[in-house]
C-alpha cells in the first residue's frame, strides 16, 4: 500500500513542478515501468527480498533542485535510478544494489578471508557484508555515529599501509576539501592487488571538473551547481577517472554489459549506471 500511494504522490507532484519536457520524460519512465510490471520479478541483492517495486527518488530533492534551476540536475547522472531508488524492504538505494552485486562476485573469487572497511557506510550493504562469516569488516566516518573508527579520509593513520583487501568509498570525495589527498590515503591503506569500489555522483556532459571557491561558500550555489549543499565540486567522468589514476590506480568500469541486462532491470539499477572499482598493482 506505501508503494502504491508513494507511487501515485510521486507522478502528481512531478506533474506540478517539472518544465513540461522534463515532466514528458518522466511520464514516459512512469509509464514504461507499470507496462513492464506484470513480467518483472524485482529483487533487492542486499536483504534478497522479492518486491512488488522499488521506491522513486524522494520527490522532495527533486523539488529543491528544480526551485534552484539546479545545473547539474539528477537527469544527468550517470548512476541513478529515479523511478526506482530504494528498496522498501531494507532500505537499500539503486548504488546499493549495484555493489552488491559487484561483491557477491568479488567474494567468490577471493574465496576466504577478506579485511574491508567502508567509509561512510550504508546500513543495507553493512548487514549484507557483515552476514558473511569470512569478512572482517570494519566501517570509519568523520561525522556519522556509530562507526567503528572516527576518521578524517585525508588521514587514516590509524590504519597500517596495505591493510585492507577491500574498500568502499561511496559518495564521499565530493564533499572533501582535499581530495586527492583522500585518494591517496585509500591507495596506501588498500594492499597489493587489493580491490576499491570509489563512486561519487557522476554528472554526464561534462568533460571538466567544477571547483569554485566561491560557490563552496554558499550551500545554495552548492545546491545549484553541485546537486547537493554540501558537495564542493562536480566530478565529470573523464576528470574522476584522470585523479583515480594520478593517485596510482588502475581503473575498471563495470555496467550492464559485464551484469547482464536482465540483472540490472530486476535489481532496479537504470541501464546506464556504471560502477568504478580501482585496483593496485
Same mark, same amino acid.
Given at each position: ?48 527480498? #522479492? ?34 531508488? *530504494? ?7 539503486? #548504488? ?44 570509519? @566516518? ?6 567503528? @573508527?572516527?576518521?578524517?579520509? *585525508? ?10 583487501? =577491500? ?11 582535499? @581530495? ?70 588502475? =581503473? ?19 541501464? #546506464? ?9
Amino acid at each position: 500500500m506505501c508503494n502504491s500511494r508513494g507511487g501515485m504522490g510521486f507522478k502528481y507532484l512531478l506533474r506540478e513542478v517539472m518544465p513540461p519536457f522534463i515532466w514528458k520524460a518522466i511520464s514516459s519512465l512512469i509509464k514504461g515501468r507499470k507496462n513492464s510490471h506484470s513480467l518483472i520479478s524485482y529483487y533487492c541483492p542486499c536483504c534478497k527480498a #522479492r518486491v512488488e517495486n522499488f521506491i522513486p527518488f524522494p520527490m522532495i530533492n527533486l523539488q529543491r533542485l528544480f526551485d534552484v534551476q539546479a545545473v547539474d540536475a539528477v537527469f544527468n547522472a550517470e548512476t541513478l535510478n529515479i523511478s526506482q531508488y *530504494t528498496c522498501p524492504e531494507c532500505g537499500a538505494t539503486d #548504488r546499493d544494489r549495484l555493489y552488491t552485486l559487484y561483491l557477491d562476485m568479488l567474494f567468490n573469487e577471493l574465496n576466504g578471508y577478506v579485511s574491508m572497511l567502508e567509509i561512510a557506510p550504508s546500513k543495507p550493504l553493512a548487514d549484507f557484508i557483515k552476514s558473511k562469516s569470512y569478512i572482517s569488516y570494519r566501517s570509519a @566516518d568523520l561525522y556519522m555515529e556509530e562507526v567503528d @573508527d572516527k576518521i578524517d579520509i *585525508t588521514n587514516m593513520d590509524i590504519y597500517e599501509d596495505e591493510k585492507f583487501d =577491500v574498500i568502499i568509498c561511496s559518495h564521499v570525495l565530493e564533499h572533501v576539501e582535499n @581530495d586527492m589527498k583522500a585518494i591517496s590515503e585509500l591507495y596506501r591503506v588498500l594492499k597489493q592487488r587489493g580491490y576499491a569500489i570509489l563512486m561519487v555522483p557522476i554528472t554526464l556532459g561534462f568533460k571538466d571538473i567544477k571547483e569554485d571557491n566561491h560557490i563552496k561558500k554558499n550551500p545554495q550555489l552548492c545546491l545549484k551547481y553541485y546537486g547537493q549543499e554540501d558537495h564542493i565540486r562536480r566530478y565529470s567522468k573523464e576528470g574522476y577517472i584522470m585523479r583515480l589514476e594520478e593517485g596510482g590506480f588502475i =581503473v575498471s568500469e563495470y555496467g550492464e554489459n559485464d551484469f547482464g541486462s536482465d540483472l540490472f532491470l530486476q535489481a532496479g539499477i537504470h541501464k #546506464r549506471s556504471v560502477l568504478y572499482v580501482v585496483t593496485k598493482v
